[in-house]
T-cell receptor, first 111, second 112 residues
Framework: DGGITQSPKYLFRKEGQNVTLSCEQNLNHDAMYWYRQDPGQGLRLIYYSQIVNDFQKGDIAEGYSVSREKKESFPLTVTSAQKNPTAFYLC??????????FGNGTRLTVT | GQQVMQIPQYQHVQEGEDFTTYCNSSTTLSNIQWYKQRPGGHPVFLIQLVKSGEVKKQKRLTFQFGEAKKNSSLHITATQTTDVGTYFCAGWSSGSARQLTFGSGTQLTVLP
């Protein structure tokens, strides 16, 4: 089955540590996205990539970094510079003008 | 930048009652999409509206896109417990096709 895989589902880290969230898709989609969701709020765009080796900042990119070395993979690193990293992180992809397909998300807790 | 407002933030209804959520954009939208997120889950695409004044139906769900393409609504008739979740609208601005801006969502609770 085609889809988007995010791992792990739950992630715990100590404050001051960088952490990388995985996102893999086998849908052959060109565009991939990272969103952050806080309780009771909508989705805010962190970074997106329209094509391999290219990515753009979204609305809340500070404290995050990404790479897009392969079409299937779009990992997100939450750095120690992110002031409030505890959140639910959603990866998505799409093909052309199709709707977004989301992964199951990673719930990150930083203490 | 583009802003998409959605109201209400929360809605509790008795099973069988109707439900409506409203979405308003600060800019004209090229199209609008609706997603549903079940508790603990991820957003799942429901529908896309493209044309001014467009109305689409999916069983008990009715979606509308405003004449000015700046607002939209989702109406559920005779809610069921399976309708529980958060409903998000998301709009692509007319000037850019690369960023989808999400509304803050309406969390629907259906009481049996």
């Amino acid at each position: 089955d085609g889809g988007i895989t995010q791992s792990p589902k739950y992630l715990f880290r100590k404050e001051g540590q960088n952490v990388t969230l995985s996102c893999e898709q086998n849908l052959n989609h060109d565009a991939m996205y990272w969103y952050r969701q806080d309780p009771g709020q909508g989705l805010r765009l962190i970074y997106y990539s329209q094509i391999v080796n290219d990515f753009q900042k979204g609305d809340i990119a500070e404290g995050y970094s990404v790479s897009r070395e392969k079409k299937e993979s779009f990992p997100l690193t939450v750095t120690s510079a992110q002031k409030n990293p505890t959140a639910f992180y959603l990866c998505a992809s799409r093909d052309g003008n199709s709707p977004l397909h989301f992964g199951n998300g990673t719930r990150l807790t930083v203490t | 930048g583009q802003q998409v407002m959605q109201i209400p933030q929360y809605q509790h209804v008795q099973e069988g009652e109707d439900f409506t959520t409203y979405c308003n954009s600060s800019t004209t939208l090229s199209n609008i999409q609706w997603y549903k997120q079940r508790p603990g889950g991820h957003p799942v695409f429901l529908i896309q509206l493209v044309k001014s004044g467009e109305v689409k139906k999916q069983k008990r769900l009715t979606f509308q896109f405003g004449e000015a393409k700046k607002n939209s609504s989702l109406h559920i008739t005779a809610t069921q417990t399976t309708d529980v979740g958060t409903y998000f609208c998301a709009g692509w601005s007319s000037g850019s096709a690369r960023q989808l801006t999400f509304g803050s969502g309406t969390q629907l609770t259906v009481l049996p």
